[in-house]
């Protein structure tokens, strides 16, 4: 397996810490946390994107993260959690994977604001007719 993701996800690279896994995915602790408990859920078959998942393997990776969600609040109490995934160039592994975060207030944790003024707050009207559109070409799931 070249894919480094497909490896973590199927048990393959040294040193894992594996929390929990099931038919579908793996969930391991991310080597580099923002926080402790931090957390990646990777599927088992190689995709790069949320959109390319099948059905039952995106459904398992979202009770993973339910499930795993509640064990992060019962041990370590955060005042919240990030859930998150890149996707595209912005995808570092090149294979699908969440973050599961525990958030702590004042943890430095950020949402930044655009580098540059791009005006999208304008268009919401004709950002929702655009999406819409996009939806009635797509095939139902």
């Known amino acids: 397996m070249d894919c480094l993701g497909c490896r973590i996800a199927n ?3 040294p040193d894992l810490h594996i929390v929990y896994e099931n038919e579908y995915a793996t969930c391991v602790l991310d080597i ?5 408990g931090h957390l990646l859920i990777l599927p088992k078959q190689h995709y790069l994107d949320v959109d390319e998942l099948d059905w039952e393997t995106a459904q398992a990776i979202m009770a993973a993260s339910q499930k795993l969600s509640v064990a992060l609040k019962e041990v370590f109490r955060p005042d919240g959690i990030s859930i998150c ?16 975060i525990p958030r702590y207030k004042g943890d430095g944790f950020s949402w930044s604001e655009p580098q540059t003024p791009h005006g999208a ?6 950002t929702r007719a655009r999406i819409i559109s996009g939806l009635k070409d797509m095939p139902q799931r």
């Open 85 to 100: 995934q890149n996707g595209g160039i912005f995808n570092d592994l090149t294979h699908y994977h969440m973050h599961l």
């Open 121 to 126: 707050e304008l268009r919401l009207r004709e």
């Open 11 to 13: 048990g393959l690279e």
């Open 32 to 36: 580099a946390p923002f926080n402790e």
